[in-house]
């Protein structure tokens, strides 16, 4: 079944000049092995119960090195933000493409390509990369990790505060139906701050395959605001997983915005590794069509002291699917944990769906958690005394889905971000 | 101004309403008062347009327009205001953003210029002091966690903000203590002019010390059973509904 696969995986690793000895080389090759042994996932394995997914990537997809080399093709970034707003990173078709000059990056703050990482970098690679996505759990991580070549290194040195956001624009163009797979290293280091964003947009008419992993290193104190913005069309399919470890004192805002797919998977694991650390995660997903949007969320409690909060919010109209799956585990040894977690969504239509199951997993005794999720439709209450004011049904309906997903919204300290993000929901509610 | 004739309405197969006939002249204050159960809401609820109830006879116009074809919010744009007997909490939604984009739209309809925030902050302060409401309350979020008393004094802001040519008070004296029940009458007289008509629907006669109805109707059984000038209302305070019943009953 997945031959195809196979000699594309012989042909990427023969392309890859002078690489046969590095540990990177070895890890892709423990990848695709663990890949092989699993296979894309079944309609019987749990994780992908409600999102079959192996199929699409297995028919129509090749993996190979990405042809455009950076340099040659330095491409204006596809941007709805300002230039000078925020530091810029374009991934064209899976390219790295283009890095905002120089100016615009801050003293001491990398943001390279994962290749010129090897070179600039080897240390950082050699203790992190791999290390924390795992090949054995997910196969589409072990895809990618086979295959993994382009992406972002991003590393933010002790104590540094970078004011301006650091956006990676996803953008696909490409008018065949293809596949891309980027890879990304980002080390927040001790006590500095950032803002990263990944936002994800499509141009082209085709259907598109995507396959993300990002490892993600908060440092003891560091603060990091980590940004997923996916609206990229009817038609694209993308599986991201990202893998995020934090240290002692560290807190870590998550968003997780999608607003359009054909089929979006989002695998977000978050590791309290060390104690104090304080985790939040937010998601709204707006499906519409066909579209089916899936998160999975793993929160792993494996010492005390630690809190985390999850907030995940879904609008599904038309024949839309959404799948919400939150799992907390709180270790033997994390006591005097509190974690959180709701999952609150709004059905437009009969003909829309949502699968939701909260997993809680605790083995310590003095912990506070909670759950909570409920599905629903708009109140015809609220819906009736809006308009008994004047104000246009569809108006209405645009206000109370405004007014559900606020608490989530609200949260976007970044004016500029929390205004577009903002703006491209009101398209999508109106 | 409103014509209700020989209405009737329905939930759920069962008719409530059974053949309302009621005129309301501009500058008229009218009062409905009746026992639990006669069909006092449901009235106000139907000519507001909630689509829970079915109109299943009769006929209601406007200003000579047949408004039961309307939307609940068409009916608001021709200046009908339903002040709720439970005003819905909406959180996430703020009071400033909602009476705005109400206002604006009506306008709208009306072929007017929208307001701009300075006027429209303008006009909000004016209203505000007319029903002596505490003005941080429109910086929440609409009627939530708001006490029962401030609730029916929003209703009657934005009755104020809104300015409609008829206000139907839906049992807005519900819950009150004496002093918001002053304030919410008072914020209502304030706003009577020749121009406009009130519908006050209550079950006790209190409301009408302050708010001086100029006719008083009896509701029973989705019926009007008797009309008569404000003393009436002072007789059923004095007498309860027993006899109104006993009369409607020997009739029918």
């Known amino acids: 079944m997945t031959d195809q696969i196979k000699d594309n995986f012989n042909s990427f690793e023969a392309q890859l000049n002078g690489e046969s000895k590095l540990p990177w080389h070895k890890l892709r090759k423990e990848a695709y092995s663990a890949f092989e042994s699993k296979g894309f996932p079944g309609p019987k394995d749990e994780e992908y119960k409600y999102t079959h997914v192996g199929r699409l990537f297995e028919k129509k997809v090749h993996y190979s090195i990405p042809k455009d080399e950076p340099t040659k093709s330095p491409r204006s970034v596809p941007t709805t933000f300002h230039e000078e707003d925020a530091i810029h990173i374009a991934i064209v078709d899976g390219v790295v493409a283009k890095i905002s000059g120089s100016a615009a990056i801050e003293q001491g703050i990398v943001v390279i390509t994962l290749r010129e990482a090897l070179k600039s970098h080897p240390e950082e690679l050699n203790t992190h990369f791999g290390k924390y996505a795992d090949i054995n759990k997910d196969p589409f991580t072990a895809l990618n990790t086979a295959f993994s070549y382009e992406g972002v290194f991003i590393q933010i040195p002790k104590k540094k505060k970078v004011e301006k956001p650091i956006i990676l624009h996803y953008h696909f163009r490409n008018q065949k139906e293809g596949s891309v797979q980027t890879r990304n290293l980002m080390l927040v280091g001790p006590g500095a701050e950032v803002n990263i964003v990944e936002s994800y947009s499509a141009t082209s008419s085709q259907a598109f395959f995507g396959n993300h992993v990002s490892e993600i290193v908060v440092e003891p104190n560091a603060h990091l605001n980590y940004f997923k913005l996916q609206n990229q069309g009817s038609l694209t399919c993308q599986i991201d997983n990202t893998f995020i470890h934090q240290k002692r004192d560290s807190e870590v805002r998550t968003f997780t915005f999608t607003l359009e797919g054909k089929l979006i998977r989002n695998n977000l694991n978050i590791a309290l590794d060390e104690e104090n650390s304080t985790s939040h995660m937010y998601g709204l997903y707006v499906a519409h069509g066909d579209g089916h949007i899936d998160n999975h969320t793993v929160v792993d409690h494996r010492v005390p002291n630690c809190y985390s909060n999850e907030i995940y919010k879904g609008i599904l109209d038309d024949n839309s699917k959404g799948v919400f799956n939150g799992k907390i585990f709180v270790r033997q040894d994390a006591q005097k944990t509190n974690a959180f977690q709701s999952n609150k969504n709004i059905l437009l239509t009969d003909t829309a769906s949502i699968n939701t199951k909260p997993q809680l997993e605790i083995w310590a005794d003095d912990v506070k958690c909670s759950h909570g999720c409920t599905t629903g439709q708009l109140d015809e209450k609220q819906l009736f005394y809006l308009r008994s004011r004047g104000i246009g049904a569809s108006t209405a309906r645009a206000m109370l889905l405004h007014a559900f997903v606020n608490d989530v919204l609200d949260n976007i300290e970044i004016d500029f971000l929390r205004e577009f993000i903002n703006s491209e929901i009101y398209k999508r509610l109106d | ?252």
């Open chain 2, 1 to 252: 101004m409103l014509h209700i004739k020989n209405l009737h309405a329905a939930i759920d197969g069962h008719e409530i309403l059974r053949g309302i006939n009621l005129d309301i002249k501009p500058g008229e204050v009218h009062a409905i008062m009746g026992p639990n159960g006669s069909g006092k809401s449901t009235l106000a609820s139907v000519l507001a347009g909630k689509d829970d109830y079915e109109v299943t006879d009769g006929s209601v116009t406007f200003e000579g327009k047949d408004i039961l074809e309307f939307s609940p919010e068409d009916r608001a744009r021709e200046g009908i205001f339903l002040a709720f007997q439970y005003p819905v909490e909406i959180p996430g939604v703020s009071s400033n953003i909602f009476l705005r984009t109400a206002l604006n739209q009506i306008r709208e309809y009306r072929g007017q210029e929208p307001l701009d925030a300075v006027h429209f902050l303008k006009l909000v302060k004016e209203k505000m002091a007319l029903v002596e409401i505490d003005p941080k309350l429109i910086s929440r979020s609409l009627n939530e966690g708001f006490s029962g008393g401030e609730k029916k004094r929003n209703e009657i802001f934005q009755m104020a903000m809104l300015e409609p040519k008829l206000a139907i008070l839906d049992e807005t004296d519900s819950g009150l203590d004496i002093d918001a029940l002053r304030i919410v009458a008072n914020g209502v007289n304030k706003l009577k002019s020749p121009h406009n008509a009130t519908i006050v629907v209550t079950h006790y006669q209190r409301l009408l010390d302050y708010i001086i109805p100029d006719f008083v109707h009896v509701l029973y059984k989705g019926r009007i059973v008797k009309s008569g000038d404000k003393s009436l209302a002072l007789e059923l305070e004095e007498k309860g509904y027993d006899w109104i019943k006993e009369e409607s009953e020997l009739v029918s």
